[in-house]
């Protein structure tokens, strides 16, 4: 059973910046495509950023685009999100994902597409 566990949240004024860790066990972790999803109070579960097997293919969401950074460690298990100039919409709870897709140019971005999640990090951002 694969297990995935989110580190590095926490709180910071705007224009700072933290970086995520996801530590991932439990299986093939260089097979996995792997995602970023936020929560904020209120509001729904959204894709933030995701990566692909090998970390040559990555996608954003627009509103974090220029501004977060996404890479891979396989060797280490890791998945990590760098979040610069961060802003105080940026606060919600941080979930990693891992999606079994079968095509290593696929990084998806809708949550039931994800086969496994983590219990997440919270990121909090002062104005």
């Known amino acids: 059973q694969v297990q995935l566990v989110e580190s590095g949240g926490g709180l910071v004024q705007a224009g700072g910046s933290l970086r995520l860790s996801c530590a991932g066990s439990?299986?093939?972790?260089?097979?996995?495509?792997m995602g970023w999803f936020r929560q904020a109070p209120g509001k729904e579960r959204e894709f933030v950023s995701g990566?692909?097997?090998?970390?040559?293919?990555?996608r954003y969401a627009d509103s974090v685009k220029g501004r977060f950074t996404i890479s891979r460690d396989n060797a280490r298990n890791t998945v990590f999100l760098r979040m610069n100039s961060l802003k105080p919409e940026d606060t919600a709870v941080y979930y990693c994902?891992?999606?079994?897709?079968?095509?290593?140019?696929?990084?998806?971005?809708?949550?039931?597409?994800?086969?496994?999640w983590g219990q997440g990090t919270q990121v909090t951002v002062t104005s």
């Open positions: 990566i692909g097997w090998s970390g040559t293919i990555t």
């Open positions: 994902a891992a999606d079994r897709t079968t095509s290593r140019l696929t990084v998806r971005s809708t949550s039931s597409d994800y086969d496994y």
């Open positions: 439990g299986g093939t972790f260089s097979g996995f495509a």
